[in-house]
């Protein structure tokens, strides 16, 4: 997930969006994988899928108040009061880092 998070942070949407799903194919309750996919979505105002992702993310932790708020921001929308719930954050050394590291090409 934290390439996914690096990816987004740079921009390039197509590439977060296979991390994160490359993220749930092996962890299907990967609750901040749901959580990236939201982000993503929202990002595109693809408010649909990132209430359907946001959702998802909430049914497997359905305590979180921070998701529960992230969840009801996006059900009453406007793009600059979306409550964000917090993603790992990564050290700026760690994310030189992660972009050092070679990708195989799919």
Do not use: C, G, H
């Not at 708020?69 to 996006?74: E, F, G, H, K, M």
């Amino acid at each position: 997930l934290s390439m996914a998070v690096v990816s987004f942070a740079d921009k390039k949407i197509p590439e977060a969006k296979n991390y994160a799903k490359d993220a749930l194919a092996l962890k299907p309750d990967y609750v901040d994988a749901w959580i990236m996919l939201s982000q993503i979505a929202k990002s595109e105002s693809d408010n649909a899928n990132a209430l359907s992702y946001a959702e998802t993310a909430l049914s497997i932790f359905p305590t979180n108040t921070d998701l529960i708020r992230y969840v009801n921001s996006i059900k009453n929308s406007s793009s600059s009061s979306t409550v964000v719930p917090p993603l790992p954050t990564l050290s700026s050394d760690t994310v030189s880092k992660i972009k050092n590291i070679p990708v195989k090409k799919k």
